[in-house]
């Protein structure tokens, strides 16, 4: 499977985007997917990941309260809709798809097993 991010761009501080995650097939074997970001000079870390089959969500602190992630199982497809965006929000922004997580690994990145190509996310202040 492949995963295509999207969404990304340039936007105020205050704005919104969302961004999308298309799977180029369904995978029954996926259990969550995840976004995460790659913020200049910082390591990658976790922003939202979702549990595929039944919804549940998981949030950084960080974003808690303005980001919201969501799926279309007829699409394949995962969204994270960003709200009243910062400047510290700029990163490029990653899906990924895991088989075999578990829910104390959902904010790893190592649990993930597909990634996407990453989707550019600048906010101005």
């Known amino acids: 499977v492949q995963l295509q991010a999207s969404g990304g761009g340039l936007v105020q501080a205050g704005g919104s985007l969302r961004l999308s995650c298309a799977a180029s097939?369904?995978?029954?074997?996926?259990?969550?997917m995840g976004w995460f970001r790659q913020r200049p000079g910082k390591e990658r870390e976790f922003v939202s990941s979702?549990?595929?089959?039944?919804?549940?969500?998981y949030y950084a602190d960080s974003i808690t309260g303005r980001f919201t992630i969501s799926k279309d199982n007829a699409k394949n497809t995962v969204y994270l809709q960003m709200n009243s965006l910062k400047p510290e929000d700029t990163a490029v922004y990653y899906c990924a798809a895991g088989s075999r997580t578990i829910l104390s690994q959902v904010r790893e990145p190592r649990a993930y097993d597909v990634w996407g190509q990453g989707t550019q996310v600048t906010v101005s202040s």
């Open positions: 097939e369904r995978t029954f074997s996926t259990r969550y």
């Open positions: 979702i549990r595929w089959s039944g919804g549940h969500t």
